[in-house]
């Protein structure tokens, strides 16, 4: 808290600048949080350390500065793991998935949301649970692990649809779907696109409805129903141009 005279306490001038850098990070002021990072000391091992590195990491995430974002990642990792916060644990490793999915290190990714998986569960975090699982499919769709990514995506589209959140359920229908694509069942593939443009539509989320028309189209492509195929392929191209994609 601020004092009657306005100076703020010593020992919460770090709480205080994480909490201004985090309010112009959430304000869209890239630059201001980064210097205000910058200019900031925090003890190391504490958990305002960790947050600024995490924070850290968004902004150079965020910005495509990828090795940047990997660097604050490992320089903050010991912290994290000596705090014993779950919280945070969560937060770290969450974001590590994600970083190694996008050098491509997918056994990796799956690695550490394996144990994001089990800091949930413990928690009995069900929305937690749902969005680890459905991350877990996208991955094991890029290595091409088709009849386990389609478990995981199963499990995501039950906990989402309990939840009442539609938007996230067919974004786990389209996973499910792309892994019936990959393993060659095009009916039940067609099915879950057609499901998820009623969706999106529903929800007016029209660039996901011209991704599922375009998804459709491949599925109608295979099938050789090639007038079907040229007609989605040609929705996704106009709703695409609706919302100047």
Not at 37 to 61: N, P, R
Request: glycine letters at 6%; aromatic letters at 10%; hydrophobic letters at 35%.
């Amino acid at each position: 808290a601020v004092e009657a005279d306005g100076e703020i306490p010593k020992e919460a001038v770090a709480a205080y600048r994480l909490g201004l850098a985090n309010v112009l990070w959430g304000l869209g002021d890239r630059d201001e949080a980064k210097k205000t990072l910058e200019e900031s000391t925090f003890e190391k091992g504490s958990l305002d350390y960790v947050q600024s590195g995490l924070m850290h990491y968004q902004i150079h995430s965020r910005s495509g500065e990828l090795k940047e974002a990997q660097e604050w990642l490992d320089t903050i990792r010991e912290s994290m793991e000596s705090l014993g916060n779950l919280e945070m644990e969560l937060n770290y490793r969450t974001n590590r998935s994600i970083l190694y999915r996008q050098f491509h290190e997918y056994q990796k990714a799956l690695d550490e949301s394996a144990r994001v998986l089990e800091l949930v569960q413990q928690s009995k975090d069900e929305f937690g649970i749902a969005r680890c699982r459905a991350n877990r499919c996208a991955i094991l769709i890029s290595v091409e692990k088709f009849e386990e990514a389609k478990q995981e995506a199963s499990e995501a589209i039950e906990l989402f649809k309990k939840l009442g959140r539609l938007d996230l359920e067919l974004i786990a229908r389209v996973y499910k779907s792309s892994t019936d694509y990959y393993m060659g069942h095009l009916v039940n593939a067609g099915d879950g696109f057609e499901e998820a443009i009623v969706g999106f539509r529903l929800l007016q989320n029209r660039h996901a409805l011209s991704r599922n028309y375009f998804n459709l189209g491949r599925v109608y492509y295979l099938q050789g129903k090639f007038d079907l195929a040229l007609d989605n392929i040609e929705r996704s191209a106009e709703v695409r141009q609706e919302v100047g994609d």
